[in-house]
């Protein structure tokens, strides 16, 4: 059923107001003749269901599992898009490498198909506020978070889940939790679908036909972006583009070569005092930070640290120990954890005089001033922070465009 058949002549309730529950009202109040629209951002338990027909819920707002959202009453944006569109859309999830995959996965269709192509979603860009350019020959490119998942009964026609790491546990509690929430992307799945899965994603019970891509699948061909994981990424692109939309070998490998990334995802700031400077804010996880260090040639100093989510930083602290060849400065909250369960806690490193290159400061900008005294002339620093930008930063674009100021005035 299409949108506008689901919303007509009926009494809306949105429930919350963000980027999409502004593109909901927007879309539903132009396009939809509803009998009403009115716009909620309390608790549960202050709405009168029984005035509304129809609830739509926003993505970052918590339900408890055992609140009833299997009511007929309550829906989300991205069930509604889906329940329309479903059959165009490739929908793309994972803890990282998600908005790369989705934008790298727009850019080749959209060169090699001939075909429209919109990207939207979890990026940035509403749903909603596309229904009106969408065509039965566009293909659809929907990046999806767990958050947009979670309660939605409906997946795409070709599901994409390209990793899973420890993340968002300060919502979810368990990874079990976190894993159902993404999962709704292959459960709903019908005959004829497809479904492509990272090699650390567990199994999922779905009608789709699924394919497993690993790493040992990667074929390399030039990128403008960094690292091995994007290499993985653009595997995970050739085989959709090339198994289900008939894309040939020679036309990906083409348009992935002039494919130039996102902002804030292992971007090149500049050299500003002899330093060559990184924004990766997009890092929520130590294995982000781990792959950024890993990434980017003649980098010396990482900055690490932000919203502690209560996440295990095991994997960071064992690659520090191994690795004295770089200098972590760490800050904040989730920074000042890793500095002293480093040092403090961690068996590999005691008497090994690592800890010379592991200090900690309050905040970004005592970071960045740091940075520019530790870090040899001709190499290079990133900021990775492997933490959520929360209760710091508006969210991690502010994060990182605060970071590219603070580099610019050295």
Known sequence: ??????????????????????????????????????????????????????????????????????????????????????DQV?????????????????????????????????????????CEEITEDTIIVFELSCHQMKHTKVSPHVAVFLNLYEDHLDYYHSMDAYFLAKSHIATYQEEGDYFYKGENVPEIDTKAVTKTVRTGDVKEVPLK????????????????????????????????????????????????????????????????????????????TILIGGMDRGIDYDYLEDFMAEHDEYNYICMYESGKRVHDEYLYGHPQHRNSGVSKSIVYVPDLPMAVELAKKLTPKGSGCVLSPAAASYGYFKNFEDRGDKFAELVRTL
């Not at 339900?63 to 009453?73: A, G, N, T, W």
């Not at 989705?102 to 990207?119: F, Q």
């Not at 894309?247 to 490998?253: E, W």
């Open 1 to 86: 059923m299409t949108i506008k058949e689901t919303v007509r002549d009926k009494r809306i309730l949105i429930w919350g107001y963000g980027r999409e529950g502004k593109a909901s009202e927007n879309y539903i109040k132009n396009y939809c003749e509803p009998r009403s629209v009115d716009i909620f951002e309390g608790k549960i338990e202050d709405i009168d269901e029984s005035e509304y027909d129809i609830i739509i819920k926003s993505p970052g707002i918590k339900m408890l599992d055992y609140e009833p959202f299997h009511k007929k009453k309550f829906t989300s944006q991205t069930e509604l898009f889906l329940n329309q569109y479903r």
């Open 90 to 130: 490739i929908g793309i999830t994972g803890t990282k490498g998600k908005s790369t995959t989705s934008s790298m996965m727009a850019h080749v269709l959209k060169e090699c198909t001939g075909r429209p192509v919109i990207l939207l979603g979890n990026i940035g860009l509403p749903c909603m506020d596309y």
């Open 225 to 300: 972006v960094f690292g091995e994981h994007n290499q993985l990424n653009a595997t995970f692109v050739r085989t959709v583009a090339g198994e289900v939309y008939g894309c040939s070998d020679g036309d990906i490998t083409k348009s992935l070569g002039s494919f130039t990334g996102l902002p804030h995802r292992l971007q090149p700031i500049g050299n500003y005092s002899g330093i060559d400077w990184y924004d990766d804010s997009i890092s929520t996880i130590p294995e982000a930070a781990v792959s950024a260090l890993k990434s980017i040639p003649g980098v010396k």
